[in-house]
C-alpha cells in the first residue's frame, strides 16, 4: 500500500497573496521511502504520476477551505486514491491522540514529523475517508471549438464539428455497452450532428474506465454525482474494543469505555432482556471485558458475558457507593443503574491500565495499541500478539504444521470449554424464550379478561361514564381555583408589604403605575390593590379619559403624581378635570419620587407643599367658577329685563 502524508509548512489556502508549501511523506508498506516540499499544484502532480492508495491530511482545511474546494480537490484526484483525514469527520480527535493508539510520537512543531505521522497512521487504517460523490458517473461530450460568426463555409465547418461529437458519443456509447455498463444518456442536436451528449452511468467514476480527454474539435469530461453533503467513512469496518459495565435488575445500566478509558456510551432501560443487551453492545462495538460492581457475578451478567466470549472483572468486593460517586461523578450519569455500570467499567479500566505500562515499552511504534491490550486481556503473549499482526506464524506452529488434537493441548481445552459454555448459553436462552412466551400468553389472557370485565361493567351501569366525566370537570374546576387561590395569595402578600411600608412616617409611599389606561389600572389593582388614601404616580398620562378620572376619584385616591422629574407642567384639561373632581394631580418635578418596581416613595415635606399649592390652585378654580357663574347670572337677569321693557314699552 502507498500512502501520500502531507502537514502544511507555511502559507494557507485562504491567503492571497502567500501560496501553501506542503510536507509531502510517502510511506510504501509501512515504511519511509521519501520526504520532499512542494506546492499544492506539484502535489497533484505527483499524486497523478504515482497514483497512490491514499492521500492522508490532518485536517481537510488545509487543502480545501470550503465545501466546494472539497468537491473540486476530490474530483481532481485519480479514482483509485482515497482523500482520508486521519483527525476524524464530523467528530475530530488531535494528531497527537491518533498517533498514539498506534505507539507514535512526534515532534508536533516540525511539519515533517506531523506529515511521517499523518502517513504512518493512516497506513493503519486510522480515520476517516471524505466521500463527496455519489456512486453515479457523469460524463459530458461536447464541442471544444466554437462554430464561431463564420463566413462562406461556415454551414460546413459547423456540420463537421457537430459530426465529430456525435460519432464519439457513439464509440464512448459502445464502449459502455462493451462494458455491460448500466447508463442512460441525453442529446442535444445541432446542424449536422449533436453539440452535446451527457450520459449518466449508475456506477462509481473508478469502474468507468473512459479517460477525460481534450483536443480537437471535441472534449470529454468526466465527473462522479456530488453528493448534497460531504460524508465520513471510517477506513476500517472493525469495531473498537469495549470494557462494558453492566447492572442487571428490573432497569438495566450498561456503561461501555474503549481501552483507553474514554466514554463510548451510558444507558439504562426499564425494557431490555439480555437480547436486547447484546443486540445494543454489538452496535457500539466488541466487549472485550464485561466488569461487575458485585462480587459474584450476577447469572445474568455472566450470560451476556458467555455470549461475547469476554473476560470476566470482578472486584475483590462489592464497591461502595461513595467509591462510586467518586469514580463515575467524572464521566456523569443519568440514574443510579448508569452510575454502578459506570463504576463496575472504571474499575476494570484501571485494573488493566496498570498491567500494560510495562508491556509497552516494548512496542514497536506503528502497532495498533488496541490490538496489544486485546491480546494480552485475552492472554496471549507480546511475541505472539506481534507475530500474529506480522503475518507470521509461530515458532511451535512452525515445529508442527500437523496439529494432533489431543487432550493435553491447552488450545484443545479451551476450545472445549468455550463449546461447552456456548452450549449452556444456548440452553438457558431457549428456556428463558419458552417461559417469555408463557408470560406472554398468560399475560394476554389476563388482559383480555380485564378488557372484557370492564367492558361489561360500564354496559352495565351508564351511570359510570356520568360520573368519570362529572370527576373530570371538577378535577379541572379545582385545578383552576387552585390556580386562582396562588394568585390571590401573592396579591395578598403585595398588598401586605404596602400596609408594612406605610408605616415609615419618613417617606411618603407611592404606588407606581404605567399610564391612565384602564388596562393599566386594573392590572395593578390585581397586583397589589388600589385602595382610599393611596397615592400613584403615572410616569406617562397616555390614553385617558374623564370617565377613568371620575373613576379614581370616586375610589378615594389621595393624590396622583404625573411623569417624573423632567415633567414640570400638566396638560390643561388633565388639570381642569382634577379640579373638577377635586382629585389632586401633582407634577412630577414638584415631587420627586423614587421607584422600585410597583412601589416608590418621595419627600412628604415636598408633596405636602404640592398638595398645597394644588389646593390653591383649586380654590382659584372655585372663584372663577362663581364668578362665571354670576356673570351668567347677572347677563341672564339684564336678558329677561329687557325683554320686559320692549314688551311693556
Known amino acids: 500500500m502507498k500512502v501520500f502524508g502531507i502537514d502544511i509548512i507555511r502559507g494557507s489556502t485562504r491567503s492571497r497573496t502567500v501560496t501553501p508549501k506542503y510536507a509531502l511523506v510517502t510511506v510504501i508498506d509501512g515504511k519511509v521511502t521519501s520526504e520532499e516540499s512542494v506546492s499544492l499544484f506539484r502535489l497533484m502532480r505527483l499524486v497523478h504520476r504515482h497514483r497512490p492508495d ?3 491530511v490532518d485536517s481537510i482545511q488545509e487543502v480545501a477551505p470550503h465545501t466546494q474546494d472539497v468537491y473540486r480537490f476530490i474530483e481532481q484526484l485519480p479514482p483509485q486514491t482515497r482523500f482520508v483525514s486521519v483527525t476524524g469527520g464530523e467528530k475530530q480527535t488531535g494528531l497527537i491522540q491518533v498517533a498514539a493508539r498506534y505507539n507514535i510520537t512526534f515532534n508536533r512543531l516540525d511539519p515533517y514529523a506531523e506529515a511521517r505521522a499523518i502517513a504512518l497512521v493512516a497506513s493503519q487504517g486510522a480515520g476517516v ?32 464539428i457537430h459530426g465529430n461529437v456525435l460519432t464519439y458519443a457513439r464509440e464512448i456509447e459502445h464502449e459502455l455497452q462493451s462494458e455491460g455498463l448500466n447508463f442512460w444518456k441525453k442529446e442535444f442536436k445541432a446542424f449536422g450532428g449533436v453539440s452535446r451528449v451527457v450520459f449518466h452511468v449508475r456506477e462509481k467514476r473508478e469502474d468507468v474506465r473512459i479517460p477525460t480527454s481534450k483536443g480537437g474539435d471535441v472534449q470529454v469530461r468526466i465527473s462522479g454525482k456530488r453528493l448534497e453533503r460531504i460524508q465520513f467513512r471510517p477506513l476500517t469496518t472493525r469495531p473498537r474494543y469495549l470494557i462494558v459495565g453492566i447492572d442487571p435488575g428490573t432497569t438495566v445500566g450498561i456503561a461501555a469505555l474503549d481501552l483507553n478509558g474514554e466514554l463510548m456510551k451510558v444507558h439504562s432501560s426499564r425494557q431490555m432482556n439480555m437480547g436486547d443487551v447484546i443486540e445494543f453492545l454489538y452496535e457500539i462495538g466488541k466487549p472485550i471485558i464485561i466488569a461487575t460492581d458485585v462480587s459474584p457475578m450476577p447469572f445474568s451478567v455472566e450470560k451476556i458475558r458467555r455470549a461475547f466470549q469476554a473476560v470476566a472483572y470482578i472486584p475483590r468486593q462489592d464497591i461502595s457507593v461513595e467509591t462510586k460517586y467518586e469514580l463515575a461523578g467524572k464521566y456523569g450519569y443519568g440514574n443510579d443503574h448508569e452510575r454502578d455500570a459506570l463504576t463496575a467499567a472504571i474499575e476494570a479500566a484501571r485494573f488493566w491500565r496498570h498491567k500494560f505500562t510495562n508491556i509497552f515499552k516494548r512496542v514497536p511504534p506503528g502497532v495498533d495499541m488496541d490490538e496489544i491490550r ?11 500478539i506481534l507475530g500474529a499482526l506480522r503475518g507470521e506464524k509461530h515458532t511451535i506452529e512452525a515445529k508442527k504444521p500437523e496439529i494432533t488434537l489431543d487432550s493435553s493441548d491447552e488450545r484443545v481445552r479451551i476450545l472445549d470449554g468455550q463449546v461447552k459454555d456456548l452450549r449452556v448459553l444456548v440452553s438457558d436462552l431457549q428456556k428463558d424464550i419458552e417461559g417469555l412466551k408463557e408470560e406472554n400468553t398468560r399475560l394476554k389472557g389476563e388482559n383480555k379478561n380485564l378488557k372484557s370485565a370492564r367492558g361489561r361493567q360500564i354496559n352495565a351501569n351508564p351511570e359510570i361514564a356520568r360520573r368519570d366525566l362529572i370527576i373530570e370537570n371538577l378535577k379541572k374546576r379545582v385545578r383552576f381555583e387552585e390556580k386562582n387561590n396562588k394568585k390571590l395569595h401573592k396579591r395578598l402578600k403585595r398588598m401586605k408589604e404596602v400596609e408594612n411600608s406605610d408605616s415609615d412616617a419618613d417617606l411618603q409611599i407611592v404606588k407606581v403605575i404605567a399610564d391612565l389606561s384602564r388596562e393599566s389600572i386594573r392590572s395593578l389593582n390585581e397586583r397589589i390593590g388600589i385602595k382610599s388614601g393611596d397615592v400613584l404616580q403615572v410616569r406617562t398620562p397616555g390614553v385617558w379619559g374623564k370617565n377613568i378620572i371620575h373613576d379614581l376619584g370616586q375610589t378615594g385616591i389621595g393624590a396622583i403624581i404625573i411623569g417624573d422629574r423632567s415633567a414640570s407642567t400638566i396638560p390643561e384639561e388633565l388639570l381642569e378635570l382634577s379640579f373638577t373632581e377635586e382629585l389632586p394631580v401633582l407634577p412630577g418635578a414638584s415631587v420627586p419620587v423614587s421607584t422600585k418596581g410597583d412601589f416608590g416613595s418621595c419627600d412628604p415635606d415636598l408633596f405636602y407643599e404640592a398638595m398645597s399649592t394644588w389646593q390653591d390652585g383649586l380654590e382659584e378654580f372655585r372663584r372663577k367658577q362663581s364668578e362665571a357663574m354670576l356673570d351668567g347670572i347677572f347677563k341672564e337677569y339684564q336678558a329677561q329685563r329687557e325683554k320686559q321693557v320692549r314688551r311693556d314699552g
Open 54 to 56: 491514499i492521500l492522508a
Open 129 to 160: 475517508e471524505v466521500i463527496a460523490f455519489e456512486n453515479e458517473t457523469e460524463i459530458v461530450v461536447s464541442r471544444n471549438r466554437s462554430p464561431g460568426k463564420g463566413g462562406w463555409s461556415q454551414n460546413r465547418y459547423a456540420r463537421k
Open 374 to 384: 486485546a491480546g494480552i486481556i485475552r492472554g496471549q503473549s507480546l511475541d505472539q
